[in-house]
Structures are given as structure tokens and as C-alpha cells.
């Protein structure tokens, strides 16, 4: 099985930046898509962004797209979301997720479309 844990979450006001980790354990990492997801309260959780895990494609949701900037290294089985320009509109908490097998060149937007998710990481933007 899969294990996902995130982190780099935390406090930060308008305008700044902050770059979050996901590090995967067990499973076959290199034939694995990964997704950023992101729910704040009262909220469904939403599509932020999707990634290959060869880096042969992207997606991204269009509230997130020039801001923010998923990737990864293969070599530490992590991908990452680089966050800038933050607003109090992305205030919420950030969850990971992983799905195998996966199709190519399709963007896999819907939480029900992944297999295994992360515990999340909490992160606040102060006006």
C-alpha cells in the first residue's frame, strides 16, 4: 500500500508564498499520479492540481493557475506545490492524494478518481 504524509503548511499573510511536501512510501512510485486537493470548512474539497509522476503532464485548477506550481522528484519519492500571490481565498487545509494505475493525458480532477489520500497540512493566509 501506499502512504502519503504532507507538510510545510502554516501561517502566512496575503501576498506571500509557501511550498508544500508530499512524501509517498510503499508501492510502485514511478507509476503513480499524484494530486493536490484542498477543502476548507464547510467547503467541498477541490481539485488544485495534477501531476504524472515521470513529470510528462500538469494540470491545473483555473484559481490556482500562474500562482501556484506543482512538481516533483522521483529520486525522494516527493511531489511539491510551490504557492504564490496567496490570498485569504486559499486558506484551507491541503491534502495529497495518489492513483494507480492512472490514464494518460487525463487531468483526474475528482476526489472519487484517487485510491489513497494524506492526513493534510493546515494553511492560513492573514489579510
Known amino acids: 500500500q501506499v502512504q502519503l504524509v504532507e507538510s510545510g503548511g502554516g501561517l502566512v499573510q496575503a501576498g506571500g508564498s509557501l511550498r508544500l511536501s508530499c512524501a509517498a512510501s510503499g508501492g510502485t512510485f514511478s507509476k503513480t499520479l499524484m494530486g493536490w486537493f484542498r477543502q476548507a470548512p464547510g467547503r467541498e474539497r477541490d481539485f488544485v492540481a495534477s501531476?504524472?509522476?515521470?513529470?510528462?503532464?500538469?494540470y491545473y485548477a483555473d484559481s490556482v493557475k500562474g500562482r501556484f506550481t506543482i512538481s516533483r522528484d522521483n529520486a525522494k519519492n516527493t511531489v511539491y506545490l510551490q504557492m504564490n500571490s496567496l490570498s485569504t481565498e486559499d486558506t484551507a487545509t491541503y491534502y495529497c492524494a495518489a492513483k494507480y494505475p492512472y490514464r494518460r493525458n487525463y487531468p483526474y480532477t475528482a476526489r472519487s478518481e484517487y485510491d489513497t489520500w494524506g492526513q493534510g497540512t493546515q494553511v492560513t493566509v492573514s489579510s
Open positions: 501531476l504524472n509522476w515521470n513529470g510528462e503532464s500538469t
